[in-house]
């Protein structure tokens, strides 16, 4: 059974400071990897997705890294806003046997960025 | 763009009584599934379809029941309410899984509370 672990469970930084959110998988047997963006009160917004046979993907002033053989993704936000506040969650589409298809999500970094 | 549309945002029930969330998509998407999100659980998956005529169970789906009778809609019954599904209910969809690049669109979520 796909385990998702995401660390730190929380995060306070001052802004402009760059931070790295990590997330962590025991089954490499995936399609892709996910970031995601939650908002207090509202659903997730899709930010990055890594395919399985990439290692990387970069949007603006996020880059998101995907390591399968170590079980290993990071989330690399760059000069980091207050309007960066939100959880982050990291969710895998699982190829493998009964798990086909389904998505395992992490339980969310929160992330705080105080002017 | 509508994307994923869910109603309603909010309901009360009493314990015992039956009620179904909406979930509707514009996208034309194969995958549709539902998750709750409860503090210190995270998301979890109750059923999903990969298309009309075909649902399958997920990780909790005791207490609920779907239907895909057309491409855009993925109705999810609650049949009996207990407390115990006081929850967040979120709907998402995407191109079917094997798609690997194809993220995962969420509506904004239904907050029901069973007293």
């Known amino acids: 059974k796909q385990e998702v672990t995401q660390i730190p469970a929380a995060l306070s930084v001052p802004e402009g400071e760059n931070l790295v959110l990590n997330c962590s998988f025991t089954d490499s047997a995936i399609y892709n990897l996910q970031w995601f963006r939650q908002d207090p009160g509202k659903g997730l917004t899709s930010l990055l997705l890594?395919?399985?046979?990439?290692r990387e993907q970069t949007s603006g002033r996020l880059n998101a890294s995907l390591d399968k053989s170590s079980g290993r993704s990071t989330l690399y936000i760059a000069a980091s806003q207050p309007g960066d506040s939100a959880t982050y969650l990291c969710?895998?589409?699982?190829?493998?046997?009964?798990?086909?298809?389904?998505?395992?999500f992490g339980q969310g970094t929160i992330l705080t960025v105080h002017p | 763009n509508a994307g994923v549309t869910q109603t309603p945002k909010f309901q009360v029930l009493k314990t015992g009584q039956s009620m179904t969330l909406q979930c509707a998509q514009d996208m034309n998407h194969e995958y549709m599934s539902w998750y709750r999100q409860d503090p210190g659980m995270g998301l979890r998956l109750i059923h999903y379809s990969v298309g009309a005529g075909i649902t399958d169970q997920g990780e909790v789906p005791n207490g609920y029941n779907v239907s895909r009778s057309t491409t855009e809609d993925f109705p999810l019954r609650l049949l009996s309410a207990a407390p115990s599904q006081t929850s967040v209910y979120f709907c998402?969809?995407?191109?079917?899984?094997?798609?690997?690049?194809?993220?995962?669109?969420f509506g904004n979520g239904t907050r029901l509370t069973v007293t």
């Open positions: 890594i395919q399985s046979s990439q």
């Open positions: 998402a969809s995407s191109s079917h899984p094997r798609v690997s690049n194809s993220p995962l669109h």
């Open positions: 969710a895998l589409a699982n190829a493998g046997g009964t798990s086909y298809g389904k998505l395992t």
